[in-house]
Structures are given as C-alpha cells and as structure tokens.
C-alpha cells in the first residue's frame, strides 16, 4: 500500500485529484467510483478548479456512487445524489446521465442493488474508487461486521454512524437507519483505489485499517488485500501510525 502523509487537508485534496486525473487523462469513459462526506470535498473541490482551467475533462466520464440513504428522496438536502449535485456535478462539464447514485426510494431494493451492480458490470467496471472511512472504520456504509466478500445491498447503519451522520440533519431521528450501499466485495473489484482521511477522530480507525489484521470487524482492513491502494492522509489522522510510512 502507498501511504502519502500530508500536512493539510487541502493538500490532501491537491494530492488525491492529481493521482486519479493522471489515470483520467489516459482513458476516455473513465469510470469512477465517488463517496461522499467531509473527506472527498477538497479534492471535489481541485477537480472543479481544473475543470474550470480546462485541466481536467469530465465530459465522457461515468461515475458510480457508494452509497446513498433509504427513504430519501434524490431532492432531499441530505441525500447523496443532492450531495454530489451540488459539490461535484453542478460544476464541471459532466453529463448528468452518466452519473450514478444509488436510488433510495427504489421500489425494490434488492432488484436495485443487482441492477446496480450489473451497471458497473456492463461498462467494464471500476477504474477509480475513492473513499474516505467512518470513524468506526466503515467504508461506504459497510459498518463493522459486514463480510469482506459483501456485495452492493440493504444495510442497516450502527448508533455510531448515526451519531456521526446526525450532524448534518436538524434531529438524530431525521438520520435514515438504513442505506444502500456497495459491497466490501464490489468495492475491492475497482482496479484503483485511493483513501482519504483527515481529523484527530480517525486516527483510531486509520492505525486499526492500515496496521491491524484484516478483519471484518474494521471494514478499512479489507484495503489490505487489494494491490493498488494510495491513502492520502493529513497528519492530525495520522498520529497512531507506527510502522514507518514517512521514507
Ligand atoms: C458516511 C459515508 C462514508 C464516509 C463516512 C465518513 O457514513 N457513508 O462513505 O466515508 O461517512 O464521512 P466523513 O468523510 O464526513 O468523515
């Protein structure tokens, strides 16, 4: 695994979008695979900069969501699509049909997910996978426990998550109790794969992932079983490190 250290999270943004433009840049119908929260935002925020400075075209690429909220609709101000809309899609020259979030109104959810998972299939798969890990070690919602060869379904989200998560909703019972959300399996099928973090409350869950066995219990590890994986991470969530990444 390439560990990248970095002093800040813009840096980490700078970073993360340069390593996947250079893949972007090599292929058209690039696909990637998008997440959401704090951590992707400064590199949302460079690709739009490079967009905009005609650095970076986005007009033929396709892109695949993790993971999105049960019973939110697409409207709603805390569901994913919304979120990627307006921190991503809205700005650069992307085609909006070629964006996928998962669909947490859908009718029946489990023909969803195998849809959504003969999507990826169909157009080659994942190029690029960026994450960022919940503080008890989740990624996408993948909380602790779920089977390292798991597979795009209905999950249910822990308290921990919730907590977390309530933040951004005006009440803790606003924030949905289950999600859609890619699979540890799908996630590990990407050809690529790059893992932001920042902030002191990831250290725990960034030492456990990168230097702890390979466990379900901190769904981060799986990362250790997949051959081309770069963390980029800002040195506040880098404190409980102990093997030497800085060469
Ligand atoms: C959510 C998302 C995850 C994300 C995690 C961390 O639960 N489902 O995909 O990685 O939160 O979010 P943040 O980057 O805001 O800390």
Request: hydrophobic share 40%; charged share 20%; glycine share 8%.
């Amino acid at each position: 695994m390439q560990v990248i250290i970095v002093r800040g999270k813009e840096e980490m943004g700078r970073r993360a979008a340069a390593l996947i433009a250079e893949q972007m840049r090599r292929r058209p119908h690039f696909v990637l695979g998008l997440a959401t929260g704090s951590s992707p935002l400064p590199m949302y925020q460079e690709w739009i900069r490079m967009n905009k400075a005609g650095e970076l075209d986005f007009s033929t690429t396709i892109t695949f969501n993790l993971d999105e909220y049960v019973g939110l609709p697409p409207t709603h101000e805390q569901s994913y699509r919304h979120f990627m809309n307006a921190n991503l899609f809205d700005h650069v020259n992307i085609a909006k049909a070629a964006t996928h979030v998962p669909d947490g109104m859908a009718a029946d959810p489990e023909a969803f997910c195998e849809a959504y998972e003969a999507m990826i299939d169909d157009v080659g798969g994942i190029d690029y996978q960026v994450l960022g890990i919940g503080s008890n070690g989740h990624i996408a919602f993948n909380e602790p426990g779920s089977s390292l060869a798991s597979r795009t379904r209905v999950v249910n989200l822990t308290q921990r998550t919730i907590k977390d998560n309530s933040r951004f909703f005006a009440r803790v019972e606003d924030v949905p109790t289950r999600a859609i959300s890619m699979g540890i399996g799908t996630i590990l099928e990407a050809e690529r794969i790059v893992m932001l973090t920042y902030g002191a409350n990831k250290a725990d869950a960034v030492a456990k992932a990168l230097e702890g066995p390979v466990t379900a219990t901190v769904p981060g590890s799986a990362l250790q079983l997949h051959p081309k994986v770069t963390w980029v991470i800002v040195e506040d969530a880098a404190t409980k490190l102990k093997l030497e990444w800085r060469r």
